[in-house]
């Protein structure tokens, strides 16, 4: 009965241990030249099929890649690790995956991981492109996830992406830590991070160097955690663009914390349309922020216009109860806190405490429409 019991065991065990698969064993070659598609999508079938947890082995080298999807909605339930040792790189030439939504897509998966390694999307001759006015693909986002639970990215590197460099969508517990993102300044569309209908999602111990927002948070994120995180150059941390559409939903329950702007156009953001929306943005928490030479350190714009050539409308996003707490540095401009609210929905619950902004050495200005709340300790410049 024992040696029945320990058989028991062994086999419960044997089940459940993880199983490993190498790319190589499915004939992709680490020299940066030969295309290694279908050996991932060989490797992801086989894992795909397989009922205990797996790992995919990624050694060390560089794996050329086109366009990849790695869909769970026909797999196996089970945690599935992406363990990355080397660089995947994209095709030299932009056009291949240009017209793609992603160069690496995640979806219907419950506990993916992808820890380490660097994605290289070589999107420089394609910035190049759109810097030029020619005819361009819009180009691909490099890693995606969408429709899928306990996610977790860790001490991954995205280096020139074509388009954003990592997209959370439709995801719920999700954690990013230990991600550097690098681009140039002057990179089109190339967001760091971009979250947007989602839930409880967290990044920590990030670097982000890029050519448009370091985080971008669109509508539906509930409970969103971004702490110890360097940014710049970018477009700093933005809430929104808000209030494309008339049937919106909002963004809530969002904390950014400890986190260091250099050089960037903006420090945090919430900006909208002026045109009418149901959506919203409230309990928004920024702390803890060291400005260095930002143009906008504060700002909520409701009335973004990037092309201007919107209609001349009023934004229907509601902004309420937003903390701007210990925010200090200096400006770059002369408006340290700008509030630009909406005129038919103004900001509500605003609380300004312990700012202070200097622009070339004395105190930054600001400037307030439509927005109301209460100021405290040491605040500069007077706002509310």
């Known amino acids: 009965m024992a040696s029945l019991l320990v058989l028991s065991v062994f086999f419960f065990l044997s089940s459940c241990s993880a199983q490993s698969y190498n790319v190589l064993s499915f004939g992709a070659k680490p020299d940066g030249k030969t295309d290694a598609t279908k050996a991932f ?35 196996k339930p ?28 995640f979806q219907h998966l419950d506990g993916i991981t992808v820890y380490g390694g660097v994605l290289d999307a070589r999107g420089a001759s394609l910035w190049d492109c759109k810097k030029s006015g020619k005819n361009c693909p819009s180009g691909a986002t490099t890693i995606g996830f969408q429709s899928s639970s306990n996610v977790v990215v860790s001490g991954l590197t995205s280096l020139n992406s074509q388009m954003f460099h990592v997209v959370i969508n439709g ?8 991600v550097k993102v690098l681009a140039a300044g002057n990179s089109p ?18 670097k982000i160097s890029t050519g448009d927002d370091c985080v971008s948070i669109g509508p539906g994120t509930n409970g969103l955690w971004i702490e110890n995180v360097a940014c710049g150059p970018g477009h700093g941390i933005s809430i929104g663009s808000l209030g494309k559409d008339s049937v919106e939903s909002g963004v809530q329950n969002v904390t950014v ?7 960037t156009d903006n420090g945090v953001r919430i900006k909208s349309w002026a045109r009418p929306s149901s959506g919203f943005a409230k309990n928004i928490r920024f702390q803890h ?26 934004s229907g996003i509601k902004i309420s109860d937003v903390l701007f707490v210990d925010i200090h540095g200096t400006s770059a401009t002369e408006v340290g806190v700008k509030l630009d609210c909406s ?31 209460i100021e405290a300790g040491f605040f500069q410049p007077n706002c509310l």
Not at 189 to 206: A, M, W
Not at 257 to 263: A, D, L, P, S
Request: proline residues 6%; aromatic residues 8%.
């Open 41 to 75: 999508m060989a490797v992801w079938e086989t894992a795909c099929a397989s009922s205990r947890p797996v790992t995919i082995v990624v050694p060390k080298g560089r794996f050329l890649l086109r366009s990849v999807t790695f869909d769970g909605s026909k797999c």
């Open 257 to 263: 914390k400890t986190v260091t702007f250099t050089g």
């Open 78 to 105: 089970k945690p599935v690790t992406f363990r990355i040792d080397g660089t995947l790189l994209a095709p030299a030439d932009y056009r291949v995956i240009g017209n793609e939504d992603y160069w690496i897509f």
């Open 343 to 373: 005129s038919k929905k103004p900001c509500t619950g605003i609380r300004l405490e312990d700012v202070k902004l200097t622009y070339r050495n004395k105190p930054a200005a600001s400037a307030c429409t439509h927005a109301g709340g």
């Open 289 to 314: 922020c060291v400005m260095n030479n930002v143009e906008n350190p504060i700002i909520i714009d409701q009335n973004y216009c990037p092309d201007h050539d919107c209609p001349r409308q009023v």
């Open 189 to 206: 569309n190339t967001d760091g991070i971009h979250v947007q209908s989602s839930s409880t999602v967290s990044i920590f111990n990030t």
């Open 171 to 178: 995801c719920n517990n999700v954690k990013l830590q230990g």
